[in-house]
């Protein structure tokens, strides 16, 4: 018999009227269909959760997000290729999100970014970082001339990320999505108007610094997403994750920035209308 102790069933937290989830994604979920994105919705709505962003990390995911943000009133989309998959940006991927972006029912061009914490570990299934940062680089042009959102990636990428986006046109709106980063980037961002968006490993115990960031974030300037079906906050971390679930991570970032949690959930809702045009 194993001793393993089974993990428990996630819940949602208690429910928090008006929070959103700002970033997740639903076809990653297993939602593909209507019907399927509904029940997600649905159950995300029981939570308190009004608005979901979905995000599509390549070009059939991006399909499915802005599949799902014509379907349900309450999901937007966001499309780009994932850094990570940056070689698949070819001519036609371009020209594809390039009409995707203008859709009004895509919010925001993103995830995009630097990953090489991917180069390190799979280094023959990761696009290498100077077609990252080309493809980084046609993303956040798109961003701007559509007037959309640029929605980040990083995963141990500060230096050449704060680097870029210093040197490129500027966007309407910089979300720097799970933001994992060290608090001195946190307050280079904050400095720069950049939005830091939490996910569930703002909950981890060891994440002290990702609560101090969280606390340093003016209002208009935070979110919550979940990341979903990644990054599932305590205390059911490692299990499934989906939009219902965003209240856990709502709770302790109003705990660390010692605010009460509805005050938050109307902040980040107002955010979320701005920050997407909404
Ligand atoms: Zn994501």
């Known amino acids: 018999m194993s001793k393993k102790k089974p993990k428990p069933t996630p819940q949602p937290a208690e429910t928090l009227p008006g929070i959103v989830d700002a970033h997740?994604?639903?076809?990653?979920?297993?939602?593909?269909?209507?019907?399927?994105?509904?029940?997600?919705?649905?159950?995300?709505?029981?939570?308190?959760?009004?608005?979901i962003c979905t995000v599509g990390d390549g070009l059939?995911?991006?399909?499915?997000?802005?599949?799902?943000?014509?379907?349900?009133?309450?999901?937007w989309a966001a499309c780009a290729i994932h850094p990570t998959r940056a070689r698949e940006l070819d001519d036609?991927?371009?020209?594809?999100?390039?009409?995707?972006?203008?859709?009004?029912?895509?919010v925001a061009v993103g995830e995009t970014g630097l990953d090489t914490y991917?180069?390190?570990?799979?280094?023959?299934?990761?696009?290498?970082?100077?077609?990252?940062e080309e493809a980084l680089r046609w993303h956040?042009?798109?961003?701007?001339a559509t007037g959309k959102a640029l929605m980040i990636h990083n995963r141990e990428g500060d230096a050449d990320l704060m680097r870029i986006l210093a040197d490129s046109p500027k966007p309407r709106e910089t979300v720097l999505h799970c933001f994992s980063s060290p608090l001195d980037v946190a307050h280079e961002a904050i400095e720069r108007g950049y939005v830091l968006?939490?996910?569930?490993?703002?909950?981890?115990?060891?994440?002290?610094?990702?609560?101090a960031a969280a606390a340093a974030a003016p209002a208009g300037?935070?979110?919550?997403?979940?990341?979903a079906p990644y990054m599932t906050p305590e205390p059911y971390r490692g299990?499934?994750?989906?939009?219902?679930?965003?209240?856990?991570?709502?709770y302790c970032v109003a705990e660390a920035r010692g605010q009460d949690p509805a005050e938050l959930a109307a902040e980040v809702s107002a955010t979320f209308d701005r920050v997407y045009g909404v």
């Not at 991917?118 to 990252?132: D, F, G, M, S, Y």
């Not at 956040?140 to 701007?144: C, F, G, K, P, S």
């Not at 300037?221 to 990341?227: C, G, H, K």
């Open 221 to 227: 300037q935070l979110l919550i997403e979940t990341d």
């Open 140 to 144: 956040i042009d798109l961003a701007v």
């Open 60 to 75: 059939a995911e991006a399909e499915d997000a802005l599949a799902a943000a014509q379907h349900n009133p309450r999901v």
């Open 24 to 51: 997740t994604h639903l076809a990653s979920c297993g939602a593909r269909t209507g019907a399927e994105v509904d029940a997600f919705v649905e159950r995300a709505v029981a939570a308190g959760v009004g608005k």
């Open 118 to 132: 991917w180069i390190r570990h799979k280094p023959e299934e990761t696009a290498p970082l100077e077609v990252q």
């Open 197 to 211: 968006s939490f996910a569930g490993n703002v909950t981890f115990k060891r994440n002290d610094e990702l609560r």
């Open 92 to 106: 036609a991927a371009r020209a594809r999100l390039a009409e995707m972006a203008r859709d009004p029912r895509c």
């Open 239 to 250: 299990t499934r994750n989906e939009p219902a679930f965003v209240g856990h991570t709502a």
